[in-house]
């Protein structure tokens, strides 16, 4: 499943798209920045409600196919725009991290199942 087929299927607001050709292998949840770094699998849609500059960094460095901020997290107009510089899908729900992560596993599995 790619990013664009995410945000089609899924109810997320687009703060930035940034690649939505990537595509998108797992999803993944965590609030510590530290962990997150180290523990981020490649290609994952990362569901926290960490919303900071370093954020986009530790996603840029794990090479994560978008961030999903959850719980309807603030994003001040510096977070957009290094997005937007940094070209980092950030999205956004209102939607608990757990309720947000499973819907990404359920389809990405049934796009994996078809």
């Not at 699998?41 to 960094?57: D, E, F, I, Q």
């Not at 070209?87 to 389809?107: G, K, M, S, W």
Request: hydrophobic share 45%.
């Amino acid at each position: 499943m790619t990013v664009k087929e995410l945000i089609d299927r899924c109810n997320l607001e687009v703060i930035h798209p940034g690649d939505t050709d990537t595509v998108v292998t797992e999803p993944f949840c965590c609030d510590l920045l530290s962990i997150a770094m180290g523990s981020a699998p490649t290609g994952c849609a990362w569901c926290t409600v960490m919303s900071n500059m370093n954020t986009l960094a530790v996603a840029s460095l794990a090479d994560c196919a978008c961030i999903i901020l959850c719980c309807d997290a603030g994003v001040d107009d510096n977070m957009k725009l290094k997005a937007v510089s940094q070209n980092i899908c950030l999205l956004r729900t209102d939607q608990p991290i757990f309720d947000t992560a499973l819907e990404v596993y359920h389809l990405i599995h049934e796009s994996a199942d078809v």
